[in-house]
Nanobody, 121 residues
Framework: QVRLVESGGGLVQPGGSLRLSCVAS????????MGWYRQAPGKQRELVAE???????NYADSVKGRFTISRDNAKNTLYLQMNSLKPEDTAVYYC???????????????WGQGTQVTVSS
């Protein structure tokens, strides 16, 4: 089994910063892409940022220049540095990984349980 566990969410004032972490553990053979998604109340889940297998980052237009995604392959950990936070960034943030659990296994999507980010004064 594979587990993705997020941490680092919380309450922050507008203009503030937070750093989210996501640790992947379990029967991991290889990790292809990893990314962060978010879902605000009443809205669909949307991509925030992702790192492709080649390492190139991809950001939603709404977070470009404010958020930075990074990954520590040795620790199977994904990060999201969020700066200049806005009230509209308020959402549950989910970690996603495209992970292979064995040499003969196919890649499949795994999700964390989510961490709440609230931006409010």
């Amino acid at each position: 089994q594979v587990r993705l566990v997020e941490s680092g969410g919380g309450l922050v004032q507008p203009g503030g910063s937070l750093r989210l972490s996501c640790v992947a553990s379990g029967s991991i053979f290889s990790i292809n892409s990893m990314g962060w998604y978010r879902q605000a109340p009443g809205k669909q889940r949307e991509l925030v940022a992702e790192l492709t297998s080649g390492g190139a980052p991809n950001y939603a237009d709404s977070v470009k220049g404010r958020f930075t995604i990074s990954r520590d392959n040795a620790k199977n950990t994904l990060y999201l540095q969020m700066n200049s936070l806005k009230p509209e960034d308020t959402a549950v943030y989910y970690c996603n990984g495209d992970i292979r659990t064995g040499y003969f296994s196919n890649n499949r999507d795994y999700w964390g349980q989510g961490t709440q980010v609230t931006v409010s004064s």
